[in-house]
Structures are given as structure tokens and as C-alpha cells.
């Protein structure tokens, strides 16, 4: 059967992004739009084809899973009522803004026994696939990643209330240091330092190898991509540029792994517990850098 989503946001993102694909199928369906601007909901929703809810309730008895496009803090608020109401969750990155609201995802996700899939949008990518299947095995030494891009400037459409220039290691952050530990291994934070809109971060991985990060959502005339070279014990691998796929065969390839794992009732290795290692991984290079979110 067809897995009916509803989605919970109305700004560029859902619109763009997460509302198409949950529409597209052929494994799930839009079962509706909420939205905390009703206007905006309304908008999304007539433009998907779909009904747009008045309240949360409504949407989540439309539906067997949610779909979150709103910022880290609201997630972290409706992710937990969604959880407990038995819907089954696919959650934006970062979780929340705090250690402590994604530790209330994930133990509300665990307690309601529903599958999670955090939205780490390159990980079906078959750029990151071919990256991720030949540098563990390869044993890493070195890695250089860089996440380099302008979404917080002035006229772009992502520049929205949450999406500060100085939030880049929220924003781009768990892309990069989700890439960088699948390839070498669990990390600890070295070093990590905030310049203007700039955070560097060095990283030191269990198997012995270091690798550097540089995140930026506010600089001027970049576009990404994620970039990340790997010096190994066969040589240097570098990562295909993941933004050049086809962007309707990658949001196909993420419905169909959520909607078979809901049928088998077993969350993916990118679930919610993943995400609350990010998290925790981006409170460490918080606190090195010393700044506050």
C-alpha cells in the first residue's frame, strides 16, 4: 500500500523540495499540508493538489508518517506529538537546536516504536554511495570537506528566520560531519573556530585518521557543492559533485527506502538516532568555537 505523508510546513524547502517528493511516488502519497501560516498552507497545499489541515491534530489523522520542513526548534517541539500520536517521522537535520530537545525526539520516537529517517539529502546520492564504498575500506588518513554556499544571503530564497549567516554548522554542519564519519569512522572535535561566517573544524577519527572541515552559508557568489577529498592508503579519492544527479531519481530513492521500512518496521542506519549523535557531535564544535546559537 501507499504510505500517506503529511507534511508539515509551508516555506521554500517543503515547497521545493519536500512537498514534491512526497507527492511524486510512487511509494508515498501527500495526504495534506499544516503549516503554522495558514495562508501559506493553503498556497502549498492547492499547488500540490492536496488538502491543507487547520491544526496539527487534523493532519496527523490523515496520515501514517510526518514530514517535517520547519525549523530545528519547531521540529523538536511537534516531532515528539507526532511520535506519540504512532506516526512514523521523517525529520529534517538538524533535530533540534539543543542536545537536550533532540534527546526528547528521540525518546519519544523510541517510546512509540515508530521508524525515523533523518532527511540527510546526499546520502542517496550515488556520488556519496561510490565515496562511502571505496574510502573505509581503502583506510582514510586525511579528509578535506568543505560546504561552502550563499543561502543566508540577501535574495536568496532559504535566507529565512532560522537560517543566520553565523548557522552555518546547523545548517550545512551535519551534512559534512555525517559524510566525514561515515568515511572514517567516529569523530572527536580537535579544534573548531567561528570567523565572521565562516567555522573550521579539525576532527580526529577512532581508526587514527584527522579530517577538516569548512561550513559557510553566507559567502557571496558560492553555490556549494559539498566537496571531500580523501588521502588513503591507496591513494587520493575525491567526491563526485553530488548536486549534479538528478534531483527527482534521489528524492525517489529516499520515499522508497522510508516506505520499506515502515513495511518492515525497521528504521534505516540515517534514523533518529543518528541524528542525535549529530547533534551531539554539533554541540562539541559549538563548544570549542564558544559562540552561542
Known sequence: MTLRVGLVGAGPWAAMSTGPMLAAGPA???????????????????????????????LLDACDAVAFAVPPDVQAHLAPVAAGAGRHLVLEKPLAFTVEDAERVAAAADAAGVVTQLLLTNRWTTAVDAFLSEVPRARPRVLTA????????????????????????????????????????????????TAGA??????EHEGGA????????????????????????DGRVVLADPGAEDRRLVRRRITDEFASAVAAGRSPATDVRHGLRLQRLLAAVDAHTGRTR
Open 28 to 58: 508515498t502519497t501527500l495526504a495534506g499540508v499544516w503549516a503554522r501560516r495558514p495562508a501559506a498552507a493553503r498556497e502549498l497545499a492547492g499547488r500540490l493538489g492536496v488538502p491543507a489541515f487547520d491544526g496539527f491534530g487534523a
Open 146 to 193: 568543505e560546504f561552502v554556499g550563499s543561502s543566508a544571503c540577501p535574495g536568496s530564497p532559504f535566507a529565512t528566520a532560522w537560517r543566520r549567516p553565523d548557522r552555518a554548522l546547523y545548517d550545512v554542519g551535519p551534512h559534512v560531519l555525517d559524510l566525514l564519519e561515515a568515511a572514517a569512522g567516529p569523530a572527536s572535535v580537535v579544534h573548531a573556530v
Open 198 to 203: 565562516v567555522t573550521a573544524v579539525t576532527l
Open 210 to 233: 584527522v579530517s577538516s572541515a569548512t561550513l559557510s552559508i553566507a559567502t557571496p557568489g558560492a553555490r556549494g557543492p559539498l566537496r571531500c577529498e580523501a588521502v588513503t592508503d
